[in-house]
């Protein structure tokens, strides 16, 4: 018999730890500083650390197999033995690494964005011949490190159709192939793991299947039945929630509510309630709690969604509305907040109490009055909108900027960031810390501009940059700088793998008190007669990569944010910067994922860009940036930015956006070295990828970059590839001049 599910969950909880223990020991053992006993002891001690946390706040639901060394979506590959062959490895811990950062001569697997997150998950590669079989190590393991605390655990895995709609074909896969092809042999894995999960007695598992609220076609709703009425039917089996998150299920909620399965979990924040009443009958996972953002939950609000909820379907658990991966773990830290703004926000374990008092009201047997902090807050409403201006046509701009700036054909120049050495995070925590004084910490600074300037200049590169030793991220450095931004101490994201970031509370009206990176631009120029780029985050990805204030409209923000680049972009010009670049890294992270609200979004959205960007003179050259997000989905809204250069992502993909760029019209770097990869690229690796990129791109229009910033890369890394870059276009230079 089916147990009951508890009152109250959450989908998924950080897993980096409060002081980000998980990638500091990521790094060692990658780095070859501690063993990987070490590793799995401090993986052991953060899984052990938050199921007592969770436990010892009241929740009744606890999640396991949300942790991961690198990504959930590699870790469900490797559980269905889903390896390309070239990674494989006497070492299983090897193999897992090898796939998601590459090996000696062995490219990583493809990344891309998590949906509409700025999470990035590893692309498994599934193709007709791929071999599935069962390694059900892992979630077994962590449902008996959770026993060994006393605790039961309802084990987490991606679902099988959200899997394969996430896959790529591998390349020797035929024309018409689609990893949703083999749904059926999947979902026979599926079966032999659930009947293992049920021998160890686990009641309950979830399957997340986030791919269903975006649109579908008949076909792959015909899978979702087919899948789940498979696995529903299964004799030897836990109790199944198939969990959706990010939006509405639409469609597929009739589809999920005519198959066995006994739960299923809807986002009560992003989606709605509509069509509920199909799910009579089985058990409601209402995520009524923000797994999303920082603020507090509108109890009044929750509550009321959650009676109706139950009063139509039956049976109501209280929730988060996804996974708390993407939220800090714990705003209690942030002592240097703003009183008035730290309450209200929460962070992990703040919402995880809000469940849990949501759940003990939703019963009508609360514990203790809810505090105040769950009441709505009235926030201060103001909007400034702006109507983008054009710039003069490309052909004329090129001619001008070809004039002024006299680069030669196939210049190299690199994203913005160079590494950041240990001494200068030491130095910056020692700043804030009040250990150094502003003129030490800047001397410092100028130092590193200095030594980077030299660097680019004796590698041959022909469009530099002042290398952002000044910054500790691209979004929260203009945030400290901006009226309406707060900035936490303790805020850590995962991002990918080791790196996490901090995201600012957007939670103001936004302004520019003064210039911010100019005198940083004008002393780098002052070093060189090459051209220095000024290097901006553009207003979509300042927004997207924040947590925002909920009382204006995503738009009515954007386009707060970009006056205030408008007005750097115009000091910069005034400073004699003549390459200016704008990074939207996040402008197709943003788009809705459902077809029928994207294109208003697409259309403000480059609107605001070419607002920021639309003051520049024409002599001045405008370069953008985007990475790992599938910009090949929206290429005509990145043409309609308007940049005079536009670098992507493409050594990783192996220049899969390649194929559909066609005649784009302006300047292109298709990026030829994997920055998130400790893998230097040779010269001919590097003049294979751009000869590529040549059928496609012209010449005089083909820029050479990496894919992305350096910050992450050593330096000894860095020399070795730009080196190569260099090496690799001066030779295409010969063949094309």
């Known amino acids: 018999m089916t147990s009951s599910f508890p009152a109250s969950t959450v989908l998924g909880y950080p897993r980096i730890g ?29 899984r052990g650390d938050t199921w007592r946390r969770l436990a010892a706040l009241g929740l009744e639901g606890l999640p396991s197999n949300t942790f991961s060394y690198y990504d959930q979506v590699l870790d469900t590959a490797v559980l269905l033995g889903a390896v390309p062959g070239r990674y494989r490895h006497d070492d299983d811990l090897a193999t897992y690494f090898a796939m998601a950062r590459g090996a000696e ?26 071999v599935f079989s069962l390694d059900a190590a892992k979630p077994l393991a962590e449902v008996r490190e959770a026993r060994a605390l006393g605790l039961e655990t309802r084990p987490v895995l991606v679902g099988p159709v959200t899997f394969l709609l996430l896959s790529q074909a591998t390349p020797d896969s035929p024309d018409g192939f689609a990893p949703l092809d083999r749904l059926d042999d999947v979902v026979e894995v599926y079966a032999r793991l659930l009947a293992e999960l049920a021998a160890e007695g686990v009641g309950w598992v979830q399957l997340d299947e986030p791919a269903l609220v975006t649109d579908r076609t008949a076909a792959e709703l015909a899978a979702v039945e087919a899948a789940y009425g498979r696995l529903g039917r299964l004799e030897n089996r836990p109790a199944l929630l198939v969990a959706s998150y990010f939006g509405d299920l639409g469609d597929a909620l009739p589809v999920l509510a005519g198959t066995p399965v006994e739960a ?49 379907a039956g049976r109501v658990v209280v929730s988060t509305s996804c996974s708390l991966l993407h939220v800090p773990y714990d705003v209690e830290r942030e002592t240097g907040l703003d009183p008035a703004l730290r309450r209200r926000l929460a962070f992990a374990e703040q919402k995880v109490a809000e469940v849990v008092e949501l759940a003990a009201l939703l019963a009508a047997t609360p514990r203790r009055h809810l505090p105040e902090h769950l009441a709505a807050q009235e926030r201060p409403h103001t909007s400034r909108v702006r109507t983008a201006q054009g710039r003069a046509p490309y052909a004329v701009r090129a001619a001008a ?64 940059v002042h290398g952002e030793p000044e910054r500790n991220d691209m979004v929260q450095y203009f945030a400290e700088h901006l009226d309406g931004f707060a900035v936490t101490r303790h805020g850590w994201v995962q991002s990918y793998g080791s790196r996490c970031t901090r995201p600012p509370i957007l939670h103001g009206d936004v302004r520019r ?44 923000v954007v386009f707060q944010v970009a006056d205030a680049v408008r007005e750097e972009v115009g000091d910069l010009e005034d400073a004699g910067i003549r390459v200016i670049q704008v990074d939207e890294p996040a402008l197709r992270e943003l788009v809705p994922l459902r077809r029928a609200e994207q294109a ?110 350096l910050k992450t890369r050593s330096y000894e890394q860095v020399e070795a590839a730009l080196a190569n870059v260099v090496e690799a276009a001066a030779r295409l230079r010969e063949r094309y001049a």
Request: hydrophobic share 40%.
């Open 18 to 46: 409060p002081d980000r223990e998980l990638k500091r020991a990521l790094e060692a053992y990658w780095e070859g500083r501690s063993s990987r006993a070490d590793l799995e002891e401090t993986a052991r001690r953060l």
């Open 105 to 130: 001569g062995i490219a990583p697997l493809r990344m891309t964005k998590w949906f509409d997150t700025n999470y990035h998950y590893i692309v498994p590669e599934i193709g007709p011949d791929t």
């Open 264 to 312: 299923v979990g809807l986002d009560l924040v992003r989606g709605t309630a509509h069509g509920v009443d199909a799910l009579a009958g089985k058990t409601v996972v209402a995520g009524v709690v923000s797994g999303r953002d920082v603020w507090r939950a509108d109890r009044d609000r929750a509550l009321a969604t959650l009676r109706a909820a139950r009063e139509r």
């Open 401 to 464: 900027q070809a004039e002024h700036l006299k680069l030669p054909l196939l210049p190299v120049t690199t994203i913005g960031s160079f590494p950041q050495t240990g001494e200068l995070r030491r130095a910056r925590a020692a700043l804030a810390a009040g250990e150094i004084g502003e003129a030490a910490y800047e001397s410092m600074v100028r130092a590193e501009i200095e030594q980077v300037i030299a660097l680019q200049e004796r590698l041959g590169l022909d469009v530099l």
């Open 513 to 556: 008190p003064e210039p911010i990176t100019v005198r940083w631009a004008r002393h780098a120029q002052s070093l060189t007669s090459k051209p220095v780029k000024g290097m901006l985050t553009g207003p979509v990805t300042i927004v997207a990569w924040s947590f925002v204030r909920d009382d204006l409209t995503l738009r009515e």
């Open 600 to 709: 208003a979004y697409l259309e403000w959205a480059v609107a605001a860009y070419r607002w920021a960007t639309s003051g520049a003179s024409e002599h001045t050259q405008i370069h953008t940036h985007l990475c790992y997000s599938d910009a090949d989905e929206i290429l005509a809204a990145i043409d309609a930015l308007d940049a005079d250069v536009t670098s992507i992502e493409s050594a990783r993909s192996r220049g899969r956006l390649l194929g559909a760029v066609g005649a784009f019209p302006r300047g292109l770097g298709p990026g030829v070295y994997d920055i998130h990869s400790p893998r230097v690229p040779g010269a001919d690796e590097v003049e294979r990828l751009l000869t590529e990129a040549l059928r496609t791109v012209p010449a005089e229009r083909l820029w050479v970059n990496p894919d992305c910033g």
